[in-house]
């Protein structure tokens, strides 16, 4: 439940998040993530921090292969994806009634 009102109509970089699909390319593949703002929120949608957080990863700031990974708050997944892209055995953790990650894979 937002504490704001949501108007879709109002704040036009907010389209985005109502698309039925967000596609990136991360780690030499192209990853597709599903989003359903309508049903689930703001879990359901991928968001800016998500994506700059993958482009950190990928530019090898960190070292990933061979590591273990949690990704608390998964929603789509995005970073934990890219994050086993690279290399890491990564764990998802999501409430079960807010996940949308097994329809992303």
């Known amino acids: 439940m937002a504490l704001v009102p949501y108007d879709e109509t109002a704040v036009m970089g907010l389209q985005r998040f ?3 699909l967000a596609t990136f390319s991360f780690a030499n593949h192209t ?5 359903d703002w ?12 998500a994506v700059v957080l993958s482009m950190y990863l ?3 700031a960190v070292e990933l292969r061979g590591r273990s990974a ?3 708050g998964a929603g789509t997944g995005l970073v ?10 990564v764990q998802f953790a999501n409430p079960t ?6 329809r992303s894979f």
């Open 18 to 20: 109502h698309k039925p």
């Open 31 to 35: 990853i597709q993530i599903r989003q």
């Open 38 to 49: 309508r049903q689930l929120g703001v879990a359901a949608v991928v968001w800016d921090a």
């Open 58 to 60: 990928e530019m090898g």
């Open 70 to 72: 949690v990704e608390l």
């Open 80 to 89: 934990g994806i890219v994050a086993a892209l690279l290399g890491s055995e």
């Open 97 to 102: 009634e807010t996940s949308d990650l097994r």
